[in-house]
């Protein structure tokens, strides 16, 4: 089964040109949707209250991820403890699903992997084709401040994201979203009908 990694910095299209390989009937995993189950099992909230302090829990007991990002994303040691012990929880989910879909006899899987670093040091090590979705700052901006975000959360995330620069250099194919998402979603698709010739 091809893995088929969609990567981009927030607001760049990567749900757009994800959706458009789901409507081809390709299973998806959503990488931060994994991170945000595991936050519920048990072993991560007890190291991350550990680590981070009891207060990023919420009245139900429930980690509250906004608590837990104040605290996690203030500089790169903290970040680098949040990811110690989500990580390889996250690869862990991400394995299971993967071979499960496997077993179900899928051809190929679409993984949207918003926070990629790299080749080598992300799940995406063992991918079949990274697909980087790439649009211009302002623009990216804007759609994310359209779809409720804050805008300097929203610069916040950015900065701490690769450069497109790094995007493009890891990428197998690259997809330059400036314009509407018909016409990512066509580029997406005459891609995937040239891929799928040979799967």
Do not use: C
Not at 31 to 45: A, E, F, I, M, Y
Not at 92 to 121: C, I, M, P, Y
Request: aromatic letters at 6%; proline letters at 3%; a negative charge.
């Amino acid at each position: 089964m091809k893995k088929l990694f969609i990567i981009g910095g927030m607001g760049a299209g990567k749900s757009t040109a994800r959706k458009a390989l789901v409507d081809q009937g390709l299973p998806h995993i959503d990488l931060d949707q994994v991170g945000h189950d595991v936050l519920l099992w048990d072993t991560v909230k007890g190291e991350l209250v550990e680590t981070f302090g009891a207060d990023i829990l919420g009245p139900d007991g429930e980690i509250v991820r906004s608590a837990l990002a104040a605290k996690a994303f203030v500089n790169p040691a903290e970040t680098r403890k949040l990811n110690r012990i989500t990580l390889p929880r996250i690869e862990e989910a991400f394995t299971d699903r993967v071979a499960e879909l496997e077993s179900e006899g899928h051809v190929a899987v679409v993984v949207e992997h918003s926070v990629f670093k790299n080749r080598q040091t992300s799940l995406a090590y063992d991918a079949d084709v990274v697909m980087a979705v790439l649009a211009p700052l302002d623009m990216r901006i804007e759609r994310a401040v359209k779809a409720g975000w804050e805008e300097a959360d929203v610069r916040r995330r950015i900065a701490q994201q690769i450069t497109d620069a790094d995007r493009i250099e890891a990428a197998d194919v690259v997809f330059n979203n400036d314009g509407t998402p018909d016409e990512l979603r066509n580029q997406v698709l005459a891609w995937w009908a040239e891929y799928s010739k040979g799967l």
